[in-house]
């Protein structure tokens, strides 16, 4: 039981967002934005006693994607350019990357002096016994309820590394899986903030358990709490790049039901539009019944938020599809709902070539050539 084949999906849409460069990893600049300020951890100790102290060097790529890029990059190019690739700011990721070395670092400095035996729990990760990888989560997140949370955001980039460098992302016992995730989730609880590269590099690694129904619930609750530190929309075209890439029935129908109901909870920004085309170029064309009928949820959920417009939106579809969303929308107009509880975004990351992202871009540029004068 100890071995369970991972999911190719996140692994190919990784090599594939990220395959362009393999230059080594280099310290961000002074002038990252203040999520990297506040995130990034210094270079690693050198001291042999360091978790994760003499390990070689990595690469950029390797240090974003891990040791499996080279098989997953074949898969990834045969598959034509990842779904992603156009959500994704590679240098945004590269300055706020965090390294195995500097991740196992970080926990230690923030949290053994909470509890000692962190410092053993990070070593503990690619244990043979699959207790003792719980025990190791376990640890880490007794710890993180105890730290201040000015050191949260940094801790979780750190443990998303671990995990990422050790077995987390391949992990075949589910109770190593809902430890790893309840760990990460107390850390992202807590943070003040959180880098674009943890965000995605835990929604990658662990949107492929949404499929298994024992870890469904704690990673649901993982990727909101993401959600409100980042917002929705780089989540949402995230985990629906992922199932876009996996092509299986099951998880599809899992993340579309996480979408709908982030779609309904968050009232920040949603890319309403990326989303109509994902539901129309590839969940209403399968074959699965689940699959078109969560679809079709999401689409409700839309027209809540938007309204009528949402109609022109959605287009033209299957006739049996508008059958069954004209019935659920008049169903929806006619229920006595409660109000849905509107949850906040701490600190929205906006997509590459969105108006917000070019506003930010051109304020920056501004106040840079205005320094220099």
Same mark, same amino acid.
């Given at each position: 039981?100890? #071995?369970?084949?991972?999911? #190719?999906?996140?692994?190919?849409?990784?090599?594939?967002?990220?395959?362009?460069?393999?230059?080594?990893?280099?310290?961000?600049?002074?002038?990252?934005?203040?999520?990297?300020?506040?995130?990034?951890?210094?270079?690693?100790?050198?001291?042999?006693?360091?978790?994760?102290?003499?390990?070689?060097?990595?690469?950029?790529?390797?240090?974003?994607?891990?040791?499996?890029?080279?098989?997953?990059?074949?898969?990834?190019?045969?598959?034509?350019?990842?779904?992603?690739?156009?959500?994704?700011?590679?240098?945004?990721?590269?300055?706020?990357?965090?390294?195995?070395?500097?991740?196992?670092?970080?926990?230690?400095?923030?949290?053994?002096?909470?509890?000692?035996?962190?410092?053993?729990?990070? %070593?503990?990760?690619?244990?043979?016994?699959?207790?003792?990888?719980?025990?190791?989560?376990?640890?880490?997140?007794?710890? #993180?309820?105890?730290?201040?949370?000015?050191?949260?955001?940094?801790?979780?980039?750190?443990?998303?590394?671990?995990?990422?460098?050790?077995?987390?992302?391949?992990?075949?016992?589910?109770?190593?899986?809902?430890?790893?995730?309840?760990?990460?989730?107390?850390?992202?609880?807590?943070?003040?903030?959180?880098?674009?590269?943890?965000?995605?590099?835990?929604?990658?690694?662990?949107?492929?358990?949404?499929?298994?129904?024992?870890?469904?619930?704690?990673?649901?609750?993982?990727?909101?709490?993401?959600?409100?530190?980042?917002?929705?929309?780089?989540?949402?075209?995230?985990?629906?790049?992922?199932?876009?890439?996996?092509?299986?029935?099951?998880?599809?129908?899992?993340?579309?039901?996480?979408?709908?109901?982030?779609?309904?909870?968050?009232?920040?920004?949603?890319?309403?539009?990326?989303?109509?085309?994902?539901?129309?170029?590839?969940?209403?064309?399968?074959? &699965?019944?689940?699959?078109? &009928?969560?679809?079709?949820?999401?689409?409700?959920?839309?027209? %809540? %938020?938007?309204?009528?417009?949402?109609?022109?939106?959605?287009?033209?579809?299957?006739?049996?599809?508008?059958?069954?969303?004209?019935?659920?929308?008049?169903?929806?107009?006619?229920?006595?709902?409660?109000?849905?509880?509107?949850?906040?975004?701490?600190?929205?990351?906006?997509?590459?070539?969105? &108006?917000?992202?070019?506003?930010?871009?051109?304020?920056?540029? #501004?106040?840079?050539?205005?320094?220099?004068?």
């Amino acid at each position: 039981n100890e #071995a369970r084949p991972g999911s #190719a999906a996140p692994a190919a849409l990784d090599a594939a967002v990220l395959s362009q460069s393999s230059r080594p990893v280099r310290s961000a600049p002074a002038s990252t934005a203040a999520r990297s300020a506040t995130a990034r951890p210094t270079a690693a100790s050198t001291n042999p006693k360091t978790p994760g102290a003499g390990m070689p060097a990595m690469t950029r790529r390797q240090s974003l994607v891990g040791v499996s890029s080279k098989a997953a990059a074949p898969a990834a190019a045969a598959a034509g350019p990842s779904a992603a690739a156009a959500i994704l700011d590679e240098d945004l990721f590269t300055a706020t990357l965090v390294s195995p070395d500097d991740g196992a670092r970080v926990l230690v400095e923030n949290l053994a002096p909470i509890d000692p035996a962190v410092a053993d729990a990070v %070593r503990n990760f690619d244990a043979k016994e699959w207790r003792v990888r719980t025990d190791a989560a376990t640890t880490i997140a007794n710890a #993180a309820m105890q730290m201040p949370p000015e050191a949260a955001g940094v801790c979780a980039a750190g443990f998303v590394s671990v995990l990422r460098q050790a077995t987390g992302w391949k992990e075949g016992m589910f109770q190593v899986v809902n430890a790893n995730a309840r760990a990460l989730l107390v850390l992202v609880q807590a943070a003040e903030g959180l880098t674009a590269w943890a965000a995605f590099v835990a929604v990658q690694g662990f949107v492929a358990r949404l499929s298994e129904p024992k870890s469904r619930p704690v990673v649901a609750d993982l990727f909101t709490a993401i959600t409100e530190q980042v917002g929705p929309k780089l989540i949402v075209r995230l985990v629906t790049a992922v199932a876009n890439e996996a092509k299986n029935a099951k998880l599809t129908t899992e993340v579309l039901e996480w979408v709908g109901l982030t779609v309904q909870q968050f009232a920040a920004p949603i890319d309403a539009r990326s989303l109509v085309e994902f539901l129309r170029g590839h969940v209403f064309e399968q074959p &699965n019944p689940a699959v078109k &009928n969560a679809g079709i949820s999401v689409c409700v959920a839309l027209r %809540r %938020r938007l309204g009528a417009r949402f109609d022109a939106m959605l287009g033209d579809i299957n006739p049996h599809l508008r059958k069954t969303y004209d019935a659920e929308v008049a169903k929806d107009d006619c229920a006595d709902r409660a109000a849905v509880p509107q949850r906040r975004v701490r600190d929205p990351l906006e997509l590459p070539g969105s &108006n917000a992202a070019r506003s930010k871009a051109a304020a920056s540029a #501004a106040a840079t050539t205005s320094g220099a004068g």
